[in-house]
């Protein structure tokens, strides 16, 4: 059980905070996870009273759990939530949310704030905070998640560090990368480190390639205004996926302490070898999504469309080959990729092992770790199809899933809500890890832009663009 703490959450009537993070806090409460007297403070700029607040997060719960909930718990969670209006024209509105915390001596003093408010609003919200002496660690903790993305490039993400640094130290800083809250994630450092056979095939002597990928069939839905100013290498490779790629690769740390395993993460990023002015066209790759069918169904439009501007240069398909300047990784070429509106979704981590000196010919083995929508660790190699021909030999695919029938289902907000306020800091993003993951995205951008770089295109529905494969080191290689 946690200590007792006031989780403060600012932007409680955005989109994050209705379908996920009340819905997730319901469901930490309704498993026993809260403390009696924890309160949920819920911050908007709108005004409302206490008991329209409720109405509404009642509208938030019967949307998320159909099936119904439990009433009791209901009952506990609707009490323990207490919504606070901080208008936006009121100039007294932070000494009177200062005033309201301290209340009656109904608040916890040790005080989480997650700021799931636009990026714009963070650095603000905090100076805010310190100005009506919120930070002061005095009388209790202060902590402050900052929701994604920590910056738009790295010179931004310094400008917003340099600010919030001033009011806040490290320990008390939360970058959320939300892939770090799953479980499956989770499981890539548990399979590595609990499974000593894996660690002498883990290298160059043994791995030909990795392949880190999320594909997605949705397209950009309702989010095109963001989209357009983001983009897919933006929007996945610069954190979820380079974390994955960490995660992967990175030595084992002293213990699992939150610090020796962020150690460890900065520096496996910071060896990611920089891309010479020669690199860019056959180590980086992007393209849009055209017009197309998804599944048989037609008339699927293409993204110009849906954001209504043909002149958009936006990727919805980024892929890059990134080397990791290690002994152990010494020539190991990792390819990242991420696409909209292709043929199937999924994100996960193949590893394909060299040939060796088989006498059978290609051995073909991998080990694919599946993120999602399943969740497994699977282990493909080459067997001898029964019959009478002695060499045909197919792939075989021996796959355990990690998620059965019957075990806990936890969002990933739901891990990381309850790590913020464990001050666990192990599945957040240490400022390190940010500027080196901007540094590595930065100049690929940069080059694009100012080279206008081909934007290739393919069709909504389709697999991987053939075009694509000009990032492979070697003809034998193929996207899985
Ligand atoms: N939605 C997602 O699935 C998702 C996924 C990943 C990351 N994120 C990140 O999560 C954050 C929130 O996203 P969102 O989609 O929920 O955004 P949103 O729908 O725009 O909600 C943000 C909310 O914050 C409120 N707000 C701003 N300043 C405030 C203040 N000083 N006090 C109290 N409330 C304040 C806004 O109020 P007004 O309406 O009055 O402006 C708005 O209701 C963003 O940083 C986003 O990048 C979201």
Redesign the pocket.
């Given at each position: 059980m946690i200590e007792n703490s006031t989780l403060v959450l600012?932007?409680?009537?955005?989109?994050?905070?209705r379908?996920?993070l009340i819905p997730g806090l319901f469901h930490l409460d309704e498993s026993g996870q809260l403390p009696d007297n924890m309160k949920i403070l819920s911050?908007?700029?709108?005004t409302s009273t206490q008991e329209d607040w409720q109405k509404e997060v009642k509208g938030m719960l019967d949307k998320k759990f159909k099936d119904g909930y439990c009433k009791k718990t209901y009952k506990r969670f609707i009490e323990r939530n207490i919504y606070h209006a901080?208008l936006?024209e009121d100039p007294e509105a932070f000494q009177k949310f200062s005033k309201k915390l301290n209340e009656k001596k109904l608040f916890s003093q040790n005080l989480a704030f997650f700021l799931?408010?636009?990026?714009s609003?963070f650095a603000l919200?905090v100076d805010?905070l310190a100005d009506v002496g919120l930070l002061d660690q005095t009388k209790g903790w202060k902590r402050v998640l900052i929701?994604?993305?920590f910056g738009t490039n790295l010179k931004s993400a310094i400008e917003l560090q340099e600010s919030i640094s001033k009011h806040l130290n490290e320990e008390q800083i939360y970058r959320i990368d939300?892939y770090l809250g799953k479980s499956a994630l989770q499981n890539i450092l548990i399979t590595r480190f609990a499974n000593s056979i894996l660690e002498p095939i883990w290298n160059n002597t043994h791995i030909d390639h990795i392949q880190i990928t999320n594909h997605e069939m949705l397209g950009v839905g309702d989010r095109t205004i963001f989209y357009e100013s983001t983009g897919a290498l933006r929007d996945m490779i610069q954190s979820h996926l380079l974390q994955m790629m960490a995660l992967t690769t990175m030595e084992q740390p002293k213990s699992f302490s939150p610090n020796d395993i962020r150690d460890e993460k900065i520096k496996l990023l910071n060896a990611i070898k920089p891309f010479g002015k020669n690199d860019f066209n056959n180590h980086t790759y992007r393209a849009q999504y055209a017009a197309g069918e998804i599944k048989g169904e037609g008339g699927v439009e293409g993204y110009l469309n849906e954001v209504g501007n043909q002149d958009s240069i936006t990727e919805t398909y980024a892929a890059v080959k990134i080397f990791i300047d290690t002994p152990r990784w010494k020539g190991v070429p990792i390819y990242l990729r991420t696409a909209k509106r292709l043929n199937a979704s999924g994100t996960n981590i193949s590893i394909k092992f060299k040939n060796g000196d088989s006498l059978i010919g290609d051995n073909n083995n991998w080990i694919i770790f599946d993120i999602q929508p399943k969740e497994s660790t699977a282990i493909e190699i080459t067997t001898k199809t029964p019959g009478l021909d002695e060499n045909e030999l197919r792939p075989t695919n021996l796959e355990g899933f990690n998620r059965v029938d019957g075990d806990e289902s936890i969002d990933a907000y739901e891990t990381l809500m309850l790590d913020l306020m464990n001050g666990n800091q192990s599945r957040f993003l240490h400022i390190d890890e940010v500027t080196a993951q901007w540094k590595f995205v930065d100049p690929i951008i940069d080059y694009w832009t100012k080279n206008k770089v081909k934007l290739n295109q393919y069709k909504s529905g389709d697999s991987d663009p053939e075009s694509s494969k000009i990032i492979f080191d070697d003809p034998s290689q193929f996207w899985r």
């Open positions: 600012f932007g409680a009537k955005g989109n994050l905070s379908v996920k911050v908007g700029r709108q901080n936006t799931s408010v636009r990026p609003d919200i805010q929701e994604k993305p939300h």
